[in-house]
């Protein structure tokens, strides 16, 4: 008799003690904001990566448990108010790609924020563009293009492969090679490009770039958290890819991401964006593994054009080279010069409309 009161004197203590670790877990939860909550407002419309076409009216519609007295719905830092709980939204300024919305309902006292994403396709389709052959000019053939651009009347090639990578100037007519500078071989060397008396180089993977002088003396390091494949310059922002749809948009000074861009055409996204080149405000980009470069509105992502680079390698044994990669543009002469991993000859080009 004396055990079976010893355990019901155990169960309830144990129970008492479960009891009050459960109102504290649920207090501090309460305290804490825990997702347990019911929120009072729901965001029905539009659902989670809806796709829309740019210019498109989107439906937004919110139900609450409390009265609505209004709601702002904040994109990019343009703010739009509503009254009701059902409205229509369009933007005036959107990008491409899965754009990140703020919607702040506000109802009896009660404020609450929902963040809806959906996603933007170009309200353009592409123009179809090809390329005419100026003239033909010799290029290492050993060297695995990664980057490509005109210091003053200089080419800059930076090339890729461990133990191989490097930055060079070298003479456009010969393809000899000025001057280099070896990368340390635990580094595959991609992108390059010149922001003022700064030259710029990525690496594939190690998500650490290098800075150099002019006089290819380095300079700086500096470290972002993707991949780097090419890099250029728009004004005072380098504009980075990593090899999928995303642009990244970087602070020169001190190379922290102020934005990104991601590449749609008006019905597909646009992956493996490589070596990337400036030309009159646009952006001109590799696509790895095709013969194709296509050319983006830095503005919105959008795909302007596709130019069609076939027949350009047809020359070369497939064997002895890799992909198209390398445009390097002539601001003062206007003139455009296309290359590839390996190519033995770089091209000075035209780019027109087909047909």
């Not at 010069?337 to 035209?350: A, I, M, N, R």
Request: charged residues 20%; hydrophobic residues 35%.
């Amino acid at each position: 008799m004396k055990k079976t009161h010893t355990f019901i004197a155990f169960a309830l203590a144990l129970l008492l003690s479960l009891f009050s670790c459960s109102g504290e877990k649920e207090n501090a939860e309460a305290s804490h904001g825990s997702p347990r909550i019911k929120k009072h407002s729901k965001l029905v419309a539009p659902k989670v990566n809806s796709e829309y076409i740019l210019g498109d009216a989107v439906n937004f519609s919110i139900e609450s448990k409390e009265t609505i007295d209004s709601i702002v719905l904040d994109y990019e830092g343009q703010a739009k108010i509503y009254q009701e709980p059902t409205f229509q939204w369009t933007a005036d300024q959107a990008k491409t790609g899965t754009q990140k919305l703020r919607v702040t309902v506000y109802a009896n006292g009660i404020t609450e924020t929902h963040y809806p994403k959906i996603r933007f396709f170009s309200d353009t389709q592409p123009e179809a563009y090809t390329y005419e052959v100026i003239r033909e000019l010799p290029h290492d053939p050993e060297a695995y293009v990664q980057g490509l651009f005109f210091l003053d009347d200089t080419l800059v090639e930076s090339t890729g492969r461990e133990g191989l990578s490097r930055l060079s100037k070298t003479n456009l007519l010969t393809a000899e090679k000025y001057q280099t500078v070896n990368l340390s071989s635990q580094y595959f060397g991609e992108g390059s490009t010149v922001w003022e008396n700064q030259i710029i180089q990525l690496t594939w993977t190690s998500q650490v770039g290098f800075v150099y002088n002019r006089a290819l003396e380095q300079t700086n390091t500096f470290h972002y958290t993707h991949e780097g494949w090419g890099v250029t310059t728009l004004n005072n922002t380098l504009v980075v890819s990593d090899g999928t749809e995303v642009l990244h948009l970087l602070d020169p000074r001190d190379f922290s991401e102020t934005g990104r861009l991601e590449v749609y055409t008006h019905d597909e996204k646009i992956v493996n964006l490589n070596e990337l080149e400036i030309i009159d405000g646009l952006i001109y980009a590799n696509v790895y593994m095709e013969d194709l470069i296509v050319v983006i509105d830095p503005k919105t992502g959008k795909v302007l054009r596709n130019i069609d680079m076939t027949g350009l390698s047809s020359q070369f044994n497939p064997r002895e080279i890799d992909a198209l990669n390398g445009i390097a543009h002539h601001a003062a002469t206007g003139r455009t010069y296309v290359t590839g991993k390996l190519w033995p000859k770089l091209f000075e080009v035209t780019f027109k409309p087909k047909n």
